[in-house]
């Protein structure tokens, strides 16, 4: 039997198929993406990670991959990407596996879906653009489950953390300075009655020396500044104060008489003016009166 001769009007027909044969080989191997969501139902105010991979066999120069957009979403929106890169042995082979990842939250409940990601890549030398594409995923966005806590990421924790760790400093401080102002309040109250009886008990010297005008005037220095330290500092007038103030009028009117009714008059306000001083300081601090007594 003689062989039979390839018919030549089939030779044009068979040019297609071997092109399409011989370009993959000559191109080198076709990356084929993969999609995965996680979980695949997403909560409300929850997240899911989306990764898109490729791989293939061979150097990881071999395929170089452009960053790609973040996938446009209904009901969820796109809080975060990376990327990263992993090779494994597959036998003898080598392979290389390219992830992208993005972070998504449910922000509208109901069906929602991711759209399509699409890479793109060069293969060296020749640096020949190509350009891949992921399915679209349809997910549900459920109601957040009962009692599940929104996540804050970790620097934010640390951020609430140091927060509240100053607060209580701050507080404690504050109140220690508080509790210190108001011991020093409470010695400088308890201090006034004590330092104008000194200041009177010097004036009497003047008495004493026959300077009618200097005692006055001491005198009603004196008073003058307890009356304004005592009310900046309570805030409100006693009895003794008013009579103390009454006493300052009467000092004026004989700063300058040189009578023994005058001197007399004197003798009764310094009189006066030393017991409402007692008094008050008796009144505020119990001790002191006791001791007097």
Not at 36 to 56: D, Q, Y
Request: hydrophobic fraction near 40%; include cysteine; glycine fraction near 8%.
């Amino acid at each position: 039997m003689r062989d039979r001769p390839f018919p030549s009007a089939l030779i044009p027909a068979a040019l297609p198929l071997f092109f399409l044969l011989v370009l993959p080989v000559r191109g080198g191997e076709i990356p084929r993406p993969a999609v995965r969501l996680e979980p695949e139902e997403v909560a409300f105010g929850e997240e899911a990670v989306l990764t898109v991979s490729v791989s293939w066999e061979g150097d990881p120069s071999g395929l170089v991959f452009s960053r790609p957009a973040p996938p446009s979403c209904r009901g969820l929106e796109v809080t975060g990407s990376t990327q990263r890169s992993v090779a494994y042995r597959d036998g003898d082979a080598l392979r290389q596996v390219r992830e992208f990842i993005f972070t998504l939250r449910g922000i509208e409940e109901g069906p929602g879906r991711v759209g399509p990601v699409r890479l793109t890549y060069r293969r060296p030398p020749e640096d020949e653009e190509f350009s891949l594409a992921t399915n679209p995923l349809e997910v549900s966005v459920v109601p957040s489950r009962p009692g599940s806590a929104l996540r804050l990421p970790a620097a934010v924790l640390l951020v609430l953390a140091a927060a509240v760790l100053a607060a209580f400093y701050i507080l404690y401080w504050v109140r220690r300075y508080q509790k210190k102002s108001n011991e020093l309040i409470a010695d400088y109250v308890e201090n006034l009655e004590a330092e104008a009886l000194r200041e009177l008990e010097g004036a009497r010297r003047h008495r004493l020396e026959g300077e009618t005008g200097k005692y006055c005037e001491k005198v009603r220095t004196v008073l003058t500044g307890y009356l304004e330290k005592k009310a900046a500092v309570v805030g409100r007038e006693t009895a003794e104060q008013s009579e103390l103030a009454g006493l300052l009028p009467r000092l004026d009117e004989l700063r300058f008489g040189g009578t023994r009714e005058a001197r007399g008059e004197l003798d009764e306000i310094y009189r006066r003016a030393t017991a409402a001083l007692q008094s008050l300081e008796s009144d505020f601090n119990p001790k002191s009166a006791e001791s007097q007594e």
